[in-house]
């Protein structure tokens, strides 16, 4: 007898049998056929040193090209820079720039959201790492139409419309090249094609899985994006992921001095010798003010689970205080602040703007600034005291 009622069993997409391909045959050779020539040949110093190289071009044609370049805006280049981009970045093998960028452009403003974000990490570690490439999933469709401004640039049209034969031209060209020069054509293939393009994918891929997955969120917790340090050296610099979530246009990942962010290093020093230009950077008072919210949200979740028993009434009371007052003074650094930057703004669209009065707009900026940095280091003590 027939259960007329059965729910029909929900098909998967189709699979996309070239990625498929491709993944499992860069892993499997990887894994087995690289090593094992290793130990029957060798490779040569030059062999890894230009496998080094190529994977370093490689990813940071995506981390700053791609990425920060063209998906974010956050910075202009000089074509000769957008050319070695394009070329290496063709060579990354992860589509052309209008389907990466408009697909991380999506990724952005849907964050988290399983129909509309490519690669959502609310569908866990295989989906965001690297199972949205291999079916055809909806949430997936390419739609260029939130890219016009990358649409207008014949170079990335070019690299689009001929994007198959380049990425071949330029995974077989390039290592058979060097195989040849080096004189181990082989080895060339295994090392400078084969676990090139393998590190360099996964590792890219780590920023949409593991970045969401694994880390600390400093910043927001509207998202999955984590902020984690090992992430940031195999990533070159993208693993200060919730930084990025919140201020996507900054050309700077790890914002700190000392945080390890290579693609920022290349962006800013590349502007001495012409290469880039605009940098954009989020204002030192923005970047406070968000650690600063996080840090209270997280005061106030505490001290709602602190248990009755932990003291007497009036010392919960008088942290209840404290966390209230250090709200208000947030609030007024924040009106501050923004009023202070308006007039400035005002003053400097009217063309009114002296020297001095610049000097004194600025040093109001940075006190109110300084008062946020003085809070929070006030908020750490009483962190502790809710421990
Ligand atoms: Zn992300
Ligand atoms: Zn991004």
């Not at 984590?226 to 201020?247: C, K, M, Q, S, W």
């Not at 809070?375 to 003590?381: F, T």
Request: proline fraction near 4%; aromatic fraction near 12%; hydrophobic fraction near 45%.
């Amino acid at each position: 007898m027939s259960n007329t009622n059965a729910l029909p069993i929900p098909q998967k997409p189709a699979l996309i049998w070239l990625n498929v391909a491709i993944f499992t045959l860069t892993a499997l050779v990887s894994l087995t056929v690289v090593p094992w020539y290793g130990i029957v040949h060798g490779y040569s110093i030059g062999m890894w040193v230009t496998f080094a190289l190529l994977v370093t071009l490689n990813e940071m044609s995506i981390t700053a090209g791609y990425h920060r370049l063209w998906a974010h805006r956050a910075y202009d280049a000089h074509p000769a820079l957008r050319f070695v981009f394009l070329l290496f970045g063709t060579m990354a093998l992860q589509n052309s720039a209008w389907v990466w960028c408009s697909g991380h452009r999506r990724h952005h403003l849907h964050v988290d959201d399983n129909d509309k974000d490519p690669y959502s990490a609310n569908r866990g570690f295989w989906f965001s790492h690297i199972g949205w490439m291999l079916r055809d999933y909806p949430s997936g469709e390419v739609d260029l139409s939130n890219i016009p401004d990358l649409r207008r640039d014949k170079m990335l049209a070019f690299q689009h419309r001929h994007y198959a034969l380049l990425a071949i031209v330029s995974n077989f060209g390039t290592p058979l090249l060097i195989g040849w020069a080096l004189g181990d054509v082989w080895g060339g293939l295994l090392l400078a094609g084969v676990l090139r393009l393998f590190i360099s994918h996964h590792f890219t891929f780590f920023i949409n899985s593991l970045a969401h997955i694994w880390g600390k969120r400093p910043y927001t917790e509207e998202n999955t994006a984590r902020d984690n340090p090992i992430l940031a050296v195999v990533t070159f610099g993208e693993g200060y992921h919730n930084y990025h979530h919140i201020f996507a246009h900054d050309y700077r990942n790890g914002v700190r001095w000392w945080q390890w962010d290579p693609t920022k290093w290349l962006i800013s020093s590349l502007q001495f010798v012409g290469l880039t230009r605009r940098l954009k950077r989020t204002p030192a008072f923005q970047i406070q003010r968000a650690l600063l919210s996080m840090q209270l949200v997280r005061a106030q979740r505490k001290l709602e689970q602190l248990p009755a028993a932990n003291g007497p009434a009036t010392h919960i009371e008088q942290l209840r205080r404290k966390i209230a007052q250090e709200y208000d003074a947030l609030a007024s650094a924040v009106a501050e602040w923004t009023h202070v930057k308006e007039q400035w703004l005002e003053d400097k669209k009217r063309a009114v703007i002296e020297h001095l009065e610049h000097a004194n707009f600025q040093k109001r900026l940075r006190e109110i600034e300084q008062r946020l940095k003085v809070q929070r280091r006030r908020l750490r003590i009483l962190h502790a005291e809710l421990a």
